[in-house]
């Protein structure tokens, strides 16, 4: 298995909710950042995607939370390749704090071009993200169980 990308960050006061945790929406932002500046180190940051006219545009996702984030924690966001592909390619997502899981996410997105019309995902960058290709069960496929 590949190593993931990695992206530290840190907690700041207005991403909590009234109890003090990092609201759950944040950490779609969280999860964002991380892949944009992913997507920067491999050589295929947005403006040259804009210039390539490829737009990567998300068409599911699952978050699991297990652990609250709180103010002044630093998060290390990894990210990595799950499987990819002719238009498509699906993404791992783990936030963790000191080693510890606290929420992991799966999103697919789509290859379109200017016109919203599909098509192939470059070759460079396929062959980019698979230097962090992860194993499937590297992080969580679906949402839990509800537990009563």
Known sequence: MNEPARFDLRVRFYELDPYGHVNHATY??????????????????LDRLLADQVQ?????????????????????????????RRVQA???????????LIASQRINFAT?????????IPGSLVEAMAACEVDESWAPKALPDLAF
């Open 112 to 120: 379109v071009n200017s016109f919203n019309k599909p098509v192939r």
């Open 56 to 84: 990567l545009v998300v068409t599911a996702v699952a978050v699991r939370f297990v652990a609250p984030a709180v103010l002044g924690d630093t998060l290390t966001i990894e990210t990595g390749m799950v499987g990819c």
């Open 28 to 45: 779609l932002q969280y999860f964002e950042a991380a892949r944009v500046e992913w997507l920067a180190a491999i050589g295929h940051g």
């Open 90 to 100: 699906q993404w791992a997502q783990r936030a963790l704090r000191d080693g510890e």
